[in-house]
């Protein structure tokens, strides 16, 4: 079993659409994360949820919006896609709220806006 | 701003050799760091971390050293193996921080058979 799933591996939109993307983890573990990763391979968080509560918002513009429907899925709805959002996004989840240890991430969603 | 960078973007090594990945730390309060591999195509993968107040650990085939006094972090890989191809980042962190890591820019190992 997948312990961290995100759906859709892929996603081609065209700028202005909204889109989101989903995120489900099966490790029991209270907190997830969103981050992107840009074409240079640079990873850098985006948002983090503890049992459905945000913790971290770093600086993402509003059209981003996280949402986290119970604490096993946390989802991205992004508005009015613009040409810097294709990335690489992935979703993350972890046991321990403090932050230390293992963050199992997810395979990836490559969004591409065009 | 916060940064943790590698000194190295790519290194090849042959098959059989043992690798070493650097790695420098900007926030010397950071308690915590990760070492994740990432092959093509996947999402990061967990290879070890050490506690900031350690200097180093072992894994099976991995060492990482951390040296507080230069903020510098190394991940050493033996006998590399083809498999082992894949961009290896460092990310620090701080306890209590709700899981903020940060990552550096990511380190391309080539394995040459």
């Known amino acids: 079993d997948t312990a961290v799933s995100q759906t859709p591996k892929y996603l081609v939109t065209q700028m202005g659409n909204d889109k989101s993307i989903k995120c489900e983890q099966n490790?029991?573990?209270?907190?997830m994360y969103w981050y992107k990763q840009d074409s240079k391979k640079f990873l850098k968080i985006m948002f983090s949820?503890?049992?459905?509560?945000?913790?971290i918002n770093e600086t993402v513009p509003n059209r981003f919006s996280p949402k986290s429907p119970d604490k096993a899925h946390l989802n991205l709805h992004i508005n009015s896609l613009e040409l810097g959002d294709s990335a690489v996004y992935f979703c993350?989840?972890?046991?321990?709220?403090?932050?230390?240890?293992?963050?199992?991430f997810g395979p990836g969603t490559r969004l591409t806006v065009t | 701003g916060e940064s943790v960078g590698l000194h190295l973007p790519t290194l090849s090594v042959q098959e059989g050799d043992n690798s070493i990945i650097n790695c420098a730390y900007s926030?010397?309060?950071?308690?915590?760091f990760i070492w994740y591999k990432q092959e093509s195509g996947k999402g990061p993968q967990f290879i070890i971390d050490?506690?900031?107040?350690?200097d180093k650990r072992q894994g099976q085939r991995v060492t990482v050293l951390l040296n507080k006094t230069v903020k510098h972090l190394s991940l050493q890989i033996a006998a590399t193996q083809p498999g082992d191809s894949a961009v290896y980042f460092c990310?620090?962190?701080?306890?209590?921080?709700?899981?903020?890591?940060?990552f550096g820019q990511g380190t391309e190992l080539s394995v040459k058979p």
């Open positions: 993350a989840s972890s046991q321990d709220i403090a932050g230390v240890g293992e963050q199992y």
């Open positions: 490790l029991g573990h209270d907190t």
């Open positions: 949820y503890n049992n459905k509560e945000l913790i």
């Open positions: 926030n010397s309060a950071s308690d915590y």
């Open positions: 050490i506690r900031s107040n350690m």
């Open positions: 990310a620090e962190g701080l306890r209590n921080q709700g899981g903020k890591l940060i």
